[in-house]
């Protein structure tokens, strides 16, 4: 089975500041693994994806990930916080290459907060 | 436009009278799910379909129903809803190719 963890549920940061939020992953097969963000009132949309290419993913709106296999890792950084950053984000795991195709398990969210 | 869509996007009802919540992909995609949304909880998923007749229960089954009889469209039918049902609800869809799911707005559902 698969599981995701994201360490914070809760993550503040100064306009400017880096931003880095946390996911561990559990599979047993090799994973794809995905950022989703959602802004108030609104559906998920996809910063970026890791599909067993380059370890390091860059994504939409200056985002980027590592993934890390030793430490079953995908940590979401960005260099500089804008205030336009402030939404909930969520990691997400898919054995898209297994039997149960295309599912998502995602992991419990977190909500940045970027302040002036 | 790709999209994914959902009708209705707020719908409150009263505990036992059926409902159904629309989705409509126009992506040509296989794969097609329900999710609900709680605080804390992330995303679970409800309900799937590989394709067309193809559907099967995801982790959180239990009181939904779904159906799969085009393509296109992938209806969340709750025949006797209770409050434990409120919640956010998003359809999304995928194919093989494109491996990231695409994500409709949400129906926020209130059961009372």
């Known amino acids: 089975a698969q599981s995701v963890t994201q360490l914070g549920s809760h993550v503040s940061v100064s306009e400017g500041a880096l931003v880095l939020l946390r996911c561990n992953y559990s599979s047993s097969v090799p994973p794809y693994l995905f950022w989703y963000v959602q802004y108030p009132n609104q559906g998920l949309q996809l910063l970026l994806k890791y599909t067993s290419a380059a370890t390091l993913v860059k994504g939409i709106n200056g985002f980027e990930a590592e993934f890390k296999k030793s430490e079953t890792s995908f940590h979401l950084t960005k260099p500089s916080a804008h205030m336009s950053d402030a939404a909930e984000y969520f990691c997400a795991v898919s054995d898209a290459g297994g039997t149960s195709y295309g599912k998502l398990t995602f992991g419990q969210g977190t909500i940045l907060t970027v302040h002036p | ?112």
């Open chain 2, 1 to 112: 436009e790709a999209q994914v869509t959902q009708n209705p996007r707020y719908l409150i009802t009263v505990t036992g009278k059926k409902l159904t919540v629309t989705c409509s992909q126009n992506m040509n995609h296989e794969y097609m799910s329900w999710y609900r949304q709680d605080p804390g909880l992330g995303l679970r998923q409800i309900y799937y379909s590989m394709n067309v007749e193809v559907t099967d229960k995801g982790d959180v089954p239990e009181g939904y129903k779904v159906s799969r009889k085009e393509k296109r469209n992938f209806p969340l039918i709750l025949e006797s809803p209770s409050p434990n049902q409120t919640s956010l609800y998003f359809c999304a869809s995928s194919s093989r190719l494109a491996l990231e799911q695409y994500f409709g707005p949400g129906t926020r559902l209130t059961v009372t």
